[in-house]
């Protein structure tokens, strides 16, 4: 009998939650606005993907020097900011106060990009997009550890939805013959992408702390500094007989621009969709952007077509939505809880985030928090 009346409390409480839902309160414009601007930033890689294609077309194979020229253009527009604010927030006083721990994320960025590129001599994209996926627990976990955030049981399954849609994704890749890519050496390839969405997981994370503790600025600026350097030491080392045989032309510089182009927007766009959610949210409406690579793919390369592309696409956008539809609590016994409150908002209004020559002393010390605990 207790097991009944407890079946029935249950069925009573759903149905009263189902008879309580309120669709304004669950679709936002936030939740809009996040959601388009995270699609945004898959076409981004989309056309980042693309371009790269036409490049392999002409015989170009360097991606340390596709690399170079967005962290370089990172380097003119932001850390030339840097160069002309003043303050703490100078580019010399940067660098002096902590230029080691911005080259520690500027070698995980670098290496991150470079791995997943390299991995596709070994693996195939079957493995890349699976393995790929790897990168949502590891931010979990990092977000759990060093954001303070604490999921909801929601979270969890909203994250199975998705990773169900990149399943949904590799079967169309199957059924219509698209398993490209190398078998020369599985382990090291499957190794590689697992090391690279590692990578990815700890720069993304120390990218959310960062802009919503310090500002975007100063990570582009010095991420296009010390990217800039180690890319061109790393091009110069393993690309330079590559580099030398490009046989240069119109087209050819055109695709490079519109490479450098595309990860330059992404890489500018990206902490502002991460201000607005989170760092998991974002990589979750990345899982789209092979889709939108197959359906360009489908008009310039004569790709298959299968419906579970468009099965794939509403899986992991229902996915997203569920995500992002339930908040995310903090831990509020940590002094340091990036949750902003009407109290705390109110409190630091005469500080403008965008102006880091406006901080004092005690907002320096983030960087003892969290860059120290992803040393590597």
């Known amino acids: 009998m207790e097991d009944l009346e407890r079946k029935q409390n249950l069925s009573r409480r759903f149905l009263q939650k189902i008879r309580n839902f309120r ?49 370089l253009l990172l380097l003119l527009i932001y850390s030339g900011t840097l160069l002309c604010t003043a303050g703490d927030g100078n580019i010399l006083q940067v660098v002096r106060r902590s230029w080691w721990r911005y080259f520690l994320l500027g070698l995980v960025d670098v290496e991150a990009n470079y791995t997943v590129v390299k991995a596709y001599q070994y693996t195939t994209l079957t493995s890349i997009q699976l393995l790929d996926c790897f990168v949502i627990p590891v931010l979990m976990v990092l977000s759990w550890w060093v954001l303070k955030i604490r999921y909801r049981p929601i979270h969890y399954v909203s994250v199975v939805i ?41 720069s993304n994370i120390c990218q959310e702390y960062t802009v919503k503790r310090r500002n975007r ?70 899982l789209t952007a092979d889709l939108f690579s197959l359906f360009c793919g489908i008009f310039l390369f004569q790709y298959n077509f299968s419906g579970l592309y468009l099965v794939s696409l509403v899986i992991i956008l229902i996915g997203f939505i569920t995500f992002n539809a339930v908040p995310m609590p903090s831990d509020q016994s940590n002094p340091d809880d990036l949750s902003v409150s009407s109290s705390s908002s109110s409190s630091s209004s005469s500080v403008d985030p965008e102006r880091p020559e406006q901080r004092t002393e005690e907002d320096f010390k983030w960087q003892d928090d969290v860059l120290c605990t992803t040393k590597m």
């Open 23 to 71: 669709p304004k309160e669950v679709f936002t414009w936030h939740l809009v606005r996040t959601l388009a601007m995270g699609q945004g930033l898959a076409v981004l890689i989309c056309g980042t993907a693309i371009s790269s294609q036409f490049l392999a077309s002409f015989q170009v194979n360097t991606p340390m020097l596709q690399s170079f020229i967005h962290y």
């Open 162 to 202: 998705c990773l169900l849609g990149v399943g949904a994704m590799v079967g169309a890749d199957l059924l219509s013959g698209r398993n490209q890519g190398s078998t020369s050496n599985l382990l090291l390839g499957d190794g590689l992408v697992l090391l690279s969405a590692t990578l990815y997981a700890v």
């Open 217 to 286: 600025v100063e990570f582009l600026g010095m991420i296009g500094l010390f990217g800039t350097i180690i890319s061109a030491v790393q091009m110069v080392v393993l690309e330079r007989n590559q580099v030398a045989e490009i046989q240069w032309s119109w087209r050819v510089g055109l695709l490079f621009a519109s490479f450098a182009l595309c990860m330059f927007a992404l890489y500018s766009f990206m902490p502002i969709v991460m201000k607005l959610s989170s760092a998991t949210s974002v990589n979750l409406s990345l």
